[in-house]
């Protein structure tokens, strides 16, 4: 159960991959310390505006943050003024979330809902969904994959706004990891690094100042395979940055950032088709 403090991976660990089973990697104690892994304060610096500017740039004001973690990426678009909804699966996380923000001065609207299912669990339509944080990485068959991205666009407006990231695990699986430590898990006192990679699994470690360890078991997914998946679900165009750069090269960024457009793109093939019919 999700609310015991220590980890179950089992006997065998690496054969762990569950879609569901981040729920009970993301113990209370691990939650407590999340922040120490984040720490929000490089990490704002870090990333700059990316996130607030991609999201006024595509005039979006009503966001729902599907993998709102402790809070750090609601609490910023909270304070930029946009009318924010903060879910997630784990209800841990979602506590420490709502304090985080009640810290900030902000009485966060959170719910607890599954991706595959969030059209049950969250209501209304959105300018933009944003799932940040390698969180997509949980989901450990295409068939979850699928149904979360249909999920998303579902809940977009028709010119909404998909913004998803992912670790540049293409890089990890063909070339060894490496880090720069200076986006997303900026805790310079946290060791976050493989304990085992193969082409189904990416298990880090997690190591704390007071010798606590963790764990979390997520599935590599690789940029292309990703981009298509989103395209096939429907999303018209993908632009997809390296550590908040356009132009990169492939191996160099830590992170990828992904911001899908819902909104129905005539291109020249698409005009001469139609003209066509």
């Not at 295409?142 to 979360?148: L, N, Y």
């Not at 063909?174 to 720069?180: L, R």
């Not at 990679?197 to 606590?212: C, I, Q």
Request: aromatic share 14%; hydrophobic share 35%.
């Amino acid at each position: 159960m999700p609310n015991k403090l220590q980890q179950n991976f089992g006997d065998d660990p690496v054969a762990v991959r569950e879609s569901d089973h981040y729920t009970e990697e993301y113990t209370k104690s691990f939650t407590e310390k999340w922040d120490e892994l984040v720490d929000w304060e490089s990490r704002a610096k870090n990333e700059g505006d990316f996130f607030i500017n991609t999201l006024k740039k595509h005039g979006a004001m009503k966001v729902l943050d599907v993998a709102t973690g402790t809070g750090f990426n609601s609490v910023r678009l909270l304070k930029a003024g946009f009318d924010v909804v903060s879910a997630d699966g784990s209800p841990e996380m979602l506590a420490k979330a709502f304090e985080n923000a009640k810290e900030h001065g902000f009485i966060m609207r959170t719910v607890c809902a599954d991706w595959r299912f969030l059209n049950r669990d969250v209501h209304g339509e959105y300018d933009a969904i944003i799932c940040l944080g390698n969180s997509f990485t949980h989901l450990f068959n295409e068939h979850d994959r699928r149904r979360a991205l249909a999920e998303y666009y579902a809940m977009l407006k028709h010119d909404g706004i998909l913004i998803l990231d992912q670790r540049n695990y293409d890089s990890i699986l063909d070339h060894g990891y490496s880090s720069k430590h200076k986006y997303y898990y900026c805790g310079d006192k946290v060791t976050a690094e493989p304990a085992h990679m193969d082409d189904g699994l990416a298990r880090f470690r997690y190591s704390f100042p007071d010798k606590s360890v963790y764990h979390l078991n997520m599935f590599p997914l690789r940029k292309d395979y990703l981009r298509r998946l989103m395209t096939e679900v429907g999303f018209q165009q993908i632009d997809t940055y390296g550590d908040f750069m356009e132009t990169y090269k492939e191996a160099e960024p830590d992170f990828f950032v992904h911001v899908a457009q819902k909104k129905y793109i005539a291109t020249e093939d698409k005009v001469v088709e139609e003209k066509e019919v």
